[in-house]
């Protein structure tokens, strides 16, 4: 048994401010690394590795060379059975673009994303990619106050994980949002297969790169 996603939508389940997890089937980490990096917004930045850093002493690294942690953004790198995964430190909230052109070249992109800290509050959310294309993206709270108007994306791919987040309920504005965002990723996880380490992720020592400015 994996421990899938779910974990996620605990509270500060990675870091404080919540997540940008990205998984990826057809690309090395530093294949990923190098492409999250071209997605960064305004000027060129490039994947610089940093040895190897539990979350914490990524973030201490990110302290001591921006002098502060939301100054820069870090990512850990890692492969867990057939997925290599990144897990983004610092100031990351808006600075991604798209991730289509990650999975250029047949790979296939699969972004989870929650800014837990912004007050707006942002939902959590997800994408899936292949080969330059959106096949699927939703608000993982299903809140049409955020403009939900069901699963986005090719309909091959998106109107089978609608049918499966109506089976498991959603969307419902009567149950707590936490569970929503736990029920959600269940699906998506179900339908894709997804598969993220809690133990390596949270606690353990990952390669890690600083994403900066060429």
């Known amino acids: 048994m994996t421990d899938g996603t779910t974990w996620l939508a605990a509270p500060q389940a990675i870091a404080f401010g919540g997540y940008h997890v990205v998984l990826a089937r057809g690309l090395s980490g530093e294949e990923l690394a190098d492409r999250l990096a071209a997605v960064v917004h305004g000027v060129k930045h490039v994947a610089v590795a940093v040895g190897e850093h539990t979350g914490d002493s990524l973030l201490d690294l990110m302290e001591d060379t921006y002098g502060g942690t939301f100054d820069g953004i870090g990512l850990r790198l890692g492969r867990f059975e057939d997925w290599t995964y990144a897990v983004a430190?610092?100031?990351?909230?808006?600075?991604?673009?798209?991730?289509?052109?990650?999975?250029?070249?047949?790979?296939?992109?699969?972004?989870?994303?929650?800014?837990?800290?912004?007050?707006?509050?942002?939902?959590?959310?997800?994408?899936?990619?292949?080969?330059?294309?959106?096949?699927?993206?939703?608000?993982?709270?299903?809140?049409?106050?955020?403009?939900?108007?069901?699963?986005?994306?090719?309909?091959?791919?998106?109107?089978?994980?609608?049918?499966?987040?109506?089976?498991?309920?959603?969307?419902?504005?009567?149950?707590?949002?936490?569970?929503?965002?736990?029920?959600?990723?269940?699906?998506?996880?179900a339908f894709f297969g997804l598969s993220l380490p809690r133990e390596t992720v949270v606690n353990g020592t990952l390669p890690a790169v600083l994403l900066e400015p060429a």
């Open 89 to 189: 430190y610092g100031g990351w909230p808006g600075e991604f673009g798209s991730a289509a052109p990650v999975s250029h070249g047949g790979a296939h992109v699969f972004v989870l994303e929650y800014e837990e800290e912004n007050g707006k509050p942002v939902p959590p959310q997800f994408a899936s990619f292949h080969d330059g294309r959106l096949l699927s993206a939703f608000n993982l709270h299903l809140d049409s106050s955020w403009g939900y108007e069901g699963v986005d994306g090719e309909p091959a791919t998106a109107a089978p994980l609608q049918d499966l987040l109506t089976a498991a309920g959603l969307p419902d504005a009567e149950r707590n949002r936490r569970e929503v965002h736990r029920t959600a990723l269940g699906v998506v996880d």
